[in-house]
Each structure stands twice: as structure tokens, then as C-alpha cells.
T-cell receptor
Framework: DTEVTQTPKHLVMGMTNKKSLKCEQH?????MYWYKQKAKKPPELMFV???????INESVPSRFSPECPNSSLLNLHLHALQPEDSALYLC?????????????FGNGTRLTVT | KQEVTQIPAALSVPEGENLVLNCSFT??????LQWFRQDPGKGLTSLLL?????REQTSGRLNASLDKSSGRSTLYIAASQPGDSATYLC??????????FGSGTKLNVKP
């Protein structure tokens, strides 16, 4: 079992829908991450939050909007997505951003855009 | 930009064999290097983290080494088991706090 919980596990949405992905951790970690992973490819970094503030945005299109309501929660709001956005979306956390602690991943949300 | 390469892309071995997975990176200015395993359709499970000042880390049947000067890390799996079958990824953390992932080695351990 993973200590980073992601919901939902699967999501199918149309290009005009608005949906949100949720991520939760109770390990006291202060850095949280969103990654996107296409089939047979490594994870690609999208966003990093450090102490609830957005610290890295890897030039992600505005149809993806992250939010960190508190130190335990991370959301990814989706709007007007394209079929090529279909992927596994992974949330991760670490104790801090100083490189001294490992990344802990959730099991991901499998997103299909129709 | 850091580039991380993993060789081989796929590996099939009989149960009980010892094996080595390779990871190379182009920028030696890393904070740490982490090894993960990923089962199909799942997230990544952290296996070992090696700080830049360390040479190796061990956990059970796994041993990871790091040679910053040559830009290489290896993951050694002793006495492989069918349950070890998964994709193994390495990731290097650089100064801008970004983890750069390799494309992974897909391991199949045959009973």
C-alpha cells in the first residue's frame, strides 16, 4: 500500500468537461509533485509545490491548473483537455525539496480524454 | 539539461540469477540518485536513495552504487525472484530540485 493516496483511480472525460484529480499524504511532507506518464515512457514533471507554494511549473498548458489547499492535499484541475492528454497522472511527495529524502509516489489516476 | 539513460531496455533472466541494471547520467552535479520499481499500471515504489556523498546503499537483496565522476549508477539484484519482475527506473536529482528519470529497464524473471 502506498502512503500517497490518489483519487479517482480511473477517469474518463470529454474535451468540454471540467474535472479534478486529488492527492493526499499524511507523512508530514512539505513538497508535493505532479507527474504525467505516457505508456512506456518515464514520468515527466509538471508541477512542484513547496510549503504550499508553487515553486516549479514545467511550462504546462493552462488547461492544467494545480492547487495546494494545505500541506496534505494537492489537486489538479482539468479543463478543455485534448485526447493527447490521456496518460497516467502521478502525485508524489517528499519531506522537503533539499534532496535529502526520497520521492514517494501514489498509484496514479489513469485519465482518458475522449 | 541532464540526460539519464538506462541499459538494457529489457532483460529476461531465470529465477535465482544475480543481475545488474545500469543507469548513466550526463551531469555529475547531482544531489542524489534514486532507484524505483514500477509494476504495470501502478505508481513508482522507491527502492534505494543514494546521496551524492555516498558510494552505495543496500536494502535486502538490493544494492545500489553511485560513481558521480563517471556518471554511473548500478542496481544489483541478488538471487532474483519472479516477484522482482517489474520496470526499474533511476532518477537523478539536480541542483534545481528536478528529478530526471531514465526510460527504465523492464525485468522479467522466469520461474
Amino acid at each position: 500500500d502506498t502512503e500517497v493516496t490518489q483519487t479517482p483511480k480511473h477517469l474518463v472525460m470529454g474535451m468540454t468537461n471540467k474535472k479534478s484529480l486529488k492527492c493526499e499524504q499524511h507523512m508530514g511532507h512539505r513538497a508535493m509533485y505532479w507527474y504525467k506518464q505516457k505508456a512506456k515512457k518515464p514520468p515527466e514533471l509538471m508541477f512542484v509545490y513547496s510549503y504550499e507554494k508553487l515553486s516549479i511549473n514545467e511550462s504546462v498548458p493552462s488547461r492544467f491548473s494545480p492547487e495546494c489547499p494545505n500541506s496534505s492535499l494537492l489537486n489538479l484541475h482539468l479543463h478543455a483537455l485534448q485526447p493527447e492528454d490521456s496518460a497516467l497522472y502521478l502525485c508524489a511527495s517528499s519531506r522537503d525539496r533539499e534532496g535529502n529524502s526520497p520521492l514517494h509516489f501514489g498509484n496514479g489516476t489513469r485519465l482518458t480524454v475522449t | 539539461k541532464q540526460e539519464v539513460t538506462q541499459i538494457p531496455a529489457a532483460l529476461s533472466v531465470p529465477e535465482g540469477e544475480n543481475l545488474v541494471l545500469n543507469c548513466s547520467f550526463t551531469d555529475s552535479a547531482i544531489y542524489n540518485l534514486q532507484w524505483f520499481r514500477q509494476d504495470p499500471g501502478k505508481g513508482l515504489t522507491s527502492l534505494l536513495l543514494i546521496q551524492s556523498s555516498q558510494r552505495e546503499q543496500t536494502s535486502g537483496r538490493l544494492n545500489a552504487s553511485l560513481d558521480k565522476s563517471s556518471g554511473r549508477s548500478t542496481l544489483y539484484i541478488a538471487a532474483s525472484q519472479p516477484g522482482d519482475s517489474a520496470t526499474y527506473l533511476c532518477a537523478a536529482l539536480n541542483n534545481f530540485n528536478k528529478f530526471y528519470f531514465g526510460s527504465g529497464t523492464k525485468l522479467n524473471v522466469k520461474p
